[in-house]
Each structure stands twice: as structure tokens, then as C-alpha cells.
């Protein structure tokens, strides 16, 4: 099967599903810097959002069959990345995972180069809880439309909405604060 570029994500995943697993490189080229993107935000360590990038695209090949036709694919991989992330910080949970005092040095240490209000809201995100970072991370970094991300997360759009309304409200809190000190 010859894939053109405007071959749809889900057709190119049915072609890796029935074998054709050098389509797959088509899906990487897609997504690789938008998982990526996902993760590095949602961890906010760049060495380990590559490493678990590379994770979600051989579980892609590995668990192809798992993948139901009819259903976005975006949505589809985005649960594989949440997965991932998921298995990391179970094998890994004795760590801290995301070192908020850590972040905050690093944060100062770069807003001489860095637009200190970046570097803010960057430390506003390590404040919030896992779920409210990644809603936001899905919703207003990646740009996935609520009904994705309800999706991704089974649930309803209208509790995605109350959450990323919720989640931005504690942004804005944390940030004004941060933004005092």
C-alpha cells in the first residue's frame, strides 16, 4: 500500500494493524515531536520524554491488533503515552518524581535567558496535581479539542470541562502567588 500524506491517520494504522509496519514510520514522523512535546511538558525532563516517546512507538508496533478500527488514532496513541508515562512512574515511584525544588532552581537559574514569565508558568505547572498538569498540558499545549481528551481519559466532555476550568483556576492562583514571592 502506497501512503500519501493525505492518507488518514486511522487508514495508516490499519495498514501497520494488517502488517504493513513501515507505515508506522508515516505515524512517527506525525507524532513523535507532538508526544514528545506532551511528555516533556507533563514531566518537564527532556532525556526522559525522549527516551518514553521511543517507548509509545515500539508499544504502537507491539500492540498494533489492540487498535479498533472506527476510533481516532490520535486518541488512541495519546492513551498508549499515558500508559507509558503510567509504567514509568510505577516502576519508578520510590523517586521523586517531579522535583518541585529542583524545577524552581532550574527555573532561576534560566529566566536570565528565558522569558520569565515562561519560566513562571513553567513553575506554576509543577504546582498543580498530575491530573489538572496534564489536562491542561492536553488542552491548552497540545490543542486537543475536549472531546479528545475525554476521550483519552473515559470520561465526559462536560467533566473535562469542569476540570480544565478548575485546573485553570488553580493556575492562576499558583502563578499570582509565585508571581508575589
Excluded: C
Amino acid at each position: 500500500m502506497n501512503i500519501s500524506p493525505l492518507t488518514t491517520d486511522e487508514q495508516i494504522m490499519e495498514a501497520v494493524k494488517n502488517g504493513e509496519l513501515q507505515q508506522a514510520s508515516v505515524l512517527f514522523a506525525r507524532y513523535h515531536k507532538r508526544i514528545f512535546n506532551f511528555l516533556r511538558q507533563y514531566l518537564n525532563d527532556t532525556m526522559l520524554a525522549e527516551d518514553l516517546t521511543q517507548n509509545v512507538f515500539l508499544r504502537l508496533i507491539k500492540y498494533r491488533g489492540s487498535y479498533r478500527e472506527g476510533h481516532r488514532f490520535q486518541s488512541w496513541i495519546y492513551q498508549m503515552a499515558r500508559n507509558v508515562f503510567a509504567d514509568h512512574y510505577q516502576a519508578n515511584k520510590n523517586q521523586s518524581f517531579v522535583d518541585v525544588e529542583k524545577m524552581s532552581n532550574h527555573f532561576a537559574d534560566t529566566t536570565e535567558h528565558d522569558d520569565e514569565r515562561e519560566a513562571l508558568l513553567q513553575r506554576s505547572l509543577t504546582k498543580l496535581s498530575d491530573e489538572q498538569r496534564e489536562l491542561l498540558v492536553l488542552t491548552r499545549f497540545q490543542q486537543m479539542k475536549y472531546e479528545e481528551v475525554a476521550e483519552i481519559m473515559n470520561t465526559t466532555v462536560a467533566n473535562i470541562k469542569v476540570k480544565v476550568h478548575r485546573a485553570i483556576g488553580k493556575l492562576r492562583e499558583v502563578y499570582f502567588e509565585l508571581e508575589k514571592n
